[in-house]
Structure formats: C-alpha cells, structure tokens
C-alpha cells in the first residue's frame, strides 16, 4: 500500500477541528488571524505531507496566537484517561490472563483502548462510552489469519518494538506486552511512546504512569506518530532492529503505510478516510500487516 498523505477531506477536517478549536480561546479576529496562518501552513508544506507532521506545527501556531502548550491544552484528559485505565487494571488483566488465549485477549483490550483519542474523536470521547465498550472487549473480532501470523513471528522473532499511541491506552497496551511476554519469554520488548507532547499521546510521563514494566524509548519527536525521516537515533535503532513491529493507532498507519518494515498495525477505524480505504465502519477493530513477503 502506498504511503497515506493528506487528501481533501483531511484538508477539510483538520482545518474545522483547529479553527473550532481557536475559536474557543479567543475573539472572532485572533480566530481569522489562527485560520489563515493554518491555511499558509498547508500551502507551504511538502508534498504528501501526513496529519501527523502538521502536529508540531499547529501546535506552535495555537502557542503563537493563544499562549498554550500542548501539554496544557491536553493535560485533564492524559491524566482522566490513565486514572480511569489505572482503576480498572487488576480487572482487565484478569480478564486477559484468564481467557482461552491470553495473548489474542489483549490484543482485542489493546485495540479497545484505541478508543481514547481525543483528537481523532474530538467531542465524542465518553468515559461512559468506554465502560460499556469495556463489556464487550471479549467480542472484538480481529483478523484471525493476521494474528496467527502474528503469533508466529512472535515465536520465532527475538525483538519486538511496540509503537505506542493515546495516555490512558497505554495501560491497556501494558497488559497485552505482558500476555506477549508470558507466552514468548525469549522475546526482547522495547515500548516506543512521543518524544514529546503531541495532543494526548503517550509520553516517557504516562508510561510511568500505568507503570510500564519494559524498556521504554520515544520517538524524538512531537510528532503523534512513526514519521521515519524523524526518528531520533534511537527510535531508528530500535526500528532497524526489531523482527516485528506493533504499531497502534491511525496516526501510524498515517506516518508508516508502506515503509517496508514488518509492521502490524492494530487500532479502531475512526474517521472517514480510514472508512474509505479500508471499506470498514467506524469503530471496527482492525489488524493488518505491512509485508507479505513471508
């Protein structure tokens, strides 16, 4: 599949959500003055440039116009989300440990946990919402030939780099590395968070949070996905290295689509151009591979 740069309705979503969002800091001029200063960034940017990469970007502009970071403009959901995650920890691993095959039942909370994005999802993000989804974690129907191949190269694979995505979800992706570990103990897992603050990704901060108990790397970046030209060194290392890769969320799918790597990407269909490419509704569950070569 080739690589997934901004298409029209991108255009047109990314530029609503941000000005919406503008518009709620200030007066109806700041507002006009933020719109236009975003419509020069699309014009400027390069060809094919991802949602992602504008991230960074806009994140300045809302500092420039308004005077607030991104860690501040997200700070009360990073810190709900993995309160919320955190308080039911116990109950979601039982849940997984104690299923039929452990390792298929985190990867359906995993994927479940995709839920919380407060930005793909801006003003439908529930609490409420996620606990009755919570109920139906164990229905999830993930691609079955995708994660019995999965399986395998986790068996005969000896590094796994496990891309991370949303605060809150990152608990969840705790439990499913720790069914991987329990059933393949040769494995080496590394966990890859943001390097910095970008909307309400995961940071080094919430991986301490829900007390992530492996290696922990970032990406170099604010950039709320795997841009690869980007990578700080390590995330490079890390990437060259590793025999699979489980990347989580849309945003890697935006930023990685056709890297060559051997990437399975798990996250929730939630906006209309993942509708589209992928013909599935909105918040069906997906698993698929980069490669087909093996």
């Not at 005969?156 to 496990?162: A, M």
């Amino acid at each position: 599949m080739e690589k997934m740069g901004m298409d029209s309705y991108c255009y047109l979503c990314y530029l609503n959500r941000n000005i919406e969002i503008a518009r709620t800091l200030g007066d109806e001029a700041t507002a006009t003055a933020f719109a236009k200063r975003l419509m020069a960034l699309y014009l400027s940017a390069p060809e094919n440039a991802t949602s992602p990469w504008f991230g960074p970007h806009v994140a300045d502009l809302f500092y420039e116009f308004y005077g607030i970071t991104e860690e501040e403009r997200y700070r009360e959901e990073k810190q709900a989300s993995n309160a919320f995650v955190l308080q039911r920890l116990d109950a979601i691993r039982e849940a997984i440990t104690t299923a039929e095959d452990p390792v298929y039942a985190g990867l359906q909370w995993a994927i479940l946990g995709n839920y919380i994005d407060f930005s793909a999802l801006r003003g439908e993000v529930s609490f409420r919402t996620l606990e009755a989804m919570m109920q139906q974690a164990s229905q999830l129907q993930v691609d079955k030939e995708n994660y019995r191949q999965l399986c395998r190269e986790l068996e005969t694979g000896h590094r796994l780099l496990y891309l991370c995505d949303n605060a809150g979800e990152i608990g969840m992706d705790r439990l499913f590395a720790e069914a991987i570990a329990e059933k393949y103990p040769h494995l080496e897992i590394t966990v890859c968070v943001r390097g910095g603050a970008a909307l309400n990704d995961a940071t080094r901060e919430d991986a301490a949070a829900v007390g992530m108990p492996f290696p922990v790397i970032d990406n170099g970046t604010r950039i709320a996905g795997t841009q690869i030209e980007l990578l700080g060194e390590e995330a490079k290392q890390a990437l060259e290295e590793a025999d699979v890769i489980l990347a989580k969320g849309q945003a890697n799918v935006e930023t990685m689509l056709g890297c060559g790597y051997n990437v399975y990407y798990a996250f929730l269909v939630k906006c209309q151009r993942f509708i589209d490419l992928f013909g599935k509704e909105k918040f069906t569950p997906m698993l698929f591979r980069e490669r087909s070569d093996q």
